[in-house]
């Protein structure tokens, strides 16, 4: 199983065992770059073991906490501080981190096991437990579980319906094969000796904004500001550079300004761009170099063609730990490809649109009745209607209920949300985000060893985020109180162009080696066996591959030939 996470950690790895319990660890060498920081790391005189992903920004704070606590440290890591900290406050050291992570954490005495994935889910964390065998295997990938040997492979059919509803979205617990499960963000899955199991969320913002007083409103850009300046000061923490990938949004041009102003000297910037095709741009170069030339980073464009485009395709795929269906996998993959060579660590701007209300479905749903919440957020963001999967699936794959909807709902039933904008900006953040963008960031980064860092999601400012009156972030097109914030620190210019998205035109208008690779996934052997698709649909599809979009503009026929391909490059 370590083999198969050997990309997401070159530098080192290593392995315990406590007869009943294993631990293995792949190492991306980022902070403490001595073996002092190896892991698995084991503190024999404190009775714990741990595994650790991702990275905790205020360790050193945390480890200055803990000295005058009485605690010793022998290396200059985060995981020590984690160990050491949960050995000090217990579970409540969860809510003292700001951070990225997912752990297995092991403790001898009580022979008790902790599982534990970070507020927005930016770390993943995957759950396989194998029919015959008494026991958990947990993996920072689907595909390492597989590696393992004995999972089911058999297509779960809530998660293809949720697959074919939201642009590839699954929301945990489920994935797409009925064997995989994956811990919810912000959750502690906590496995006693004799197997009982208690499962709790650590976190919960609400999301019910306040009156605010006409003073306080002035000055809700101010606060935005200091708590993004925070978020990516925090995110500089590392014993290796740190770039990032600048797309010439206002997202990522914010964050290098933010870095700029505070003294950043020498930024290392990159950027990816396509051909034009269907109608769009194949690259945002205009703004990400004005960007570039403004705070004089050190930047590099990379232009991808065609060919190579198709070239990387199987790659990207190979590198997904889920099938995503987004167009901008492929384009992740390549910079990040390039990106590695310079750097081991980036800041991205994934997170922002969740955060601050940029997307076109969040305005319909401002002044939405309560009985018609469902119903708008379903029509402005799904992809199909349940009729319309049926019509697309093979009669014994087909469910009675919407299970999408239903979903939906009572995510939108929970506490701690009044009106239909907040719901819908609570189950972004905590369920889609963290199941494409902020996935497709890390397997696309991570394939190649480069750890992604995320600002907007900082846990505060989601916090601050949802108390924002919404007004003030839907306001100028959307990110308004964003866009305010950003003023003075970036060129208008950035702030008040129309929004794009991550273009790679070559997946929306399939041709050539693209289409042939559509074609054979969803005719092979393997996938007519497999049979999920309504064959006189599939007919319909494959004879007109590129009259079918989703009401977003993604290409039907490239949603249903890449779960094909997913499932065949990982011998499903």
């Not at 000090?88 to 990225?100: I, P, S, T, Y």
């Not at 190579?308 to 167009?327: G, K, T």
């Amino acid at each position: 199983m370590t083999a198969a996470l050997a990309a997401r950690g070159p530098d080192g790895e290593g392995a315990w065992s406590d007869g009943r319990r294993a631990l293995g660890h792949r190492r991306l060498r980022i902070i403490d770059l001595s073996e002092r920081g190896a892991q698995p790391m084991v503190d024999e005189a404190l009775g714990l073991a741990i595994a650790f992903n991702g990275c905790i920004y205020n360790y050193r704070e945390l480890r200055r906490e803990l000295r005058r606590a009485g605690y010793s440290f022998v290396s200059s890591s985060d995981t020590e501080v984690l160990l050491k900290g949960y050995h000090h406050w217990g579970e409540a050291v969860l809510e003292r981190l700001l951070g990225m992570f997912a752990f297995v954490l092991c403790e001898a005495a009580s022979g008790r096991t902790l599982l534990v994935r970070d507020r927005l889910g930016v770390k993943p964390l995957y759950l396989a437990e194998p029919p015959g065998e008494r026991a958990v295997r947990v993996a920072s990938t689907l595909p390492a579980l597989l590696a393992g040997g004995g999972v089911d492979g058999d297509i779960d059919p809530v998660a293809l319906h949720h697959y074919l509803s939201w642009h590839s979205v699954v929301p945990a617990p489920h994935t797409i094969l009925a064997g995989v499960r994956k811990l919810a963000p912000a959750t502690v899955l906590t496995i006693e000796r004799d197997g009982a199991r208690r499962e709790r969320r650590f976190w919960e913002p609400r999301f019910e904004p306040g009156e605010e007083r006409r003073d306080e409103r002035e000055d809700w850009p101010a606060l935005v500001r200091e708590q993004l300046r925070a978020a990516v000061q925090r995110r500089m923490v590392a014993d290796v550079p740190v770039g990032v990938l600048l797309s010439g949004g206002i997202d990522s041009s914010v964050i290098v300004g933010l870095l700029a102003e505070a003294g950043q000297s020498g930024l290392q910037t990159f950027s990816i761009g396509f051909p034009d095709g269907a109608g769009r741009r194949g690259d945002e170069f205009e703004f990400s170099d004005l960007v570039a030339r403004e705070f004089a980073t050190s930047h590099q464009r990379l232009r991808v063609g065609l060919d190579e485009l198709a070239d990387a395709l199987p790659l990207a795929i190979e590198a997904m730990s889920e099938p995503m269906v987004s167009h901008d996998n492929v384009a992740f993959y390549l910079l990040s490809r390039e990106v590695a060579r310079s750097v081991k660590v980036v800041q991205s701007g994934q997170g922002a649109d969740e955060v601050f209300a940029g997307y076109h479905w969040y305005p319909p749903l401002q002044h939405a009745r309560a009985e018609e919440q469902v119903e708008a957020y379903q029509r402005a963001f799904a992809d199909r209607d349940h009729e319309q999967i049926a019509a697309l699936l093979a009669p014994p794959l087909r469910l009675p209920a919407d299970v999408s909807r239903e979903f939906v709902a009572e995510h939108f039933d929970r506490a701690g949300a009044q009106r239909p904008l907040e719901r819908a900006l609570r189950l972004d953040q905590q369920v889609m985000l963290a199941e494409d963008p902020v996935k497709r960031i890390d397997n696309m980064s991570m394939a190649h060893g480069l750890e992604a860092r995320t600002p907007f999601l900082d846990h505060e400012l989601v916090e601050l985020a949802a108390r924002c009156p919404a007004e003030l972030k839907l306001a100028q097109g959307g990110k308004g109180v964003l866009k305010d914030a950003a003023r003075g620190i970036v060129p208008d210019a950035v702030i008040d162009r129309p929004k794009g998205y991550f273009p790679v035109p070559g997946l929306v208008r399939l041709e050539g080696p693209v289409l042939e690779l559509a074609r054979d996934a969803l005719t092979s052997a393997r996938a007519r066996q497999r049979g999920l698709w309504d064959r006189v649909r599939l007919r319909t599809l494959l004879a007109e591959p590129n009259d079918h979009l989703t009401p977003s503009g993604a290409n039907e026929l490239w949603q249903i030939a890449l779960l094909e391909q997913w499932l065949a490059v990982h011998a499903l």
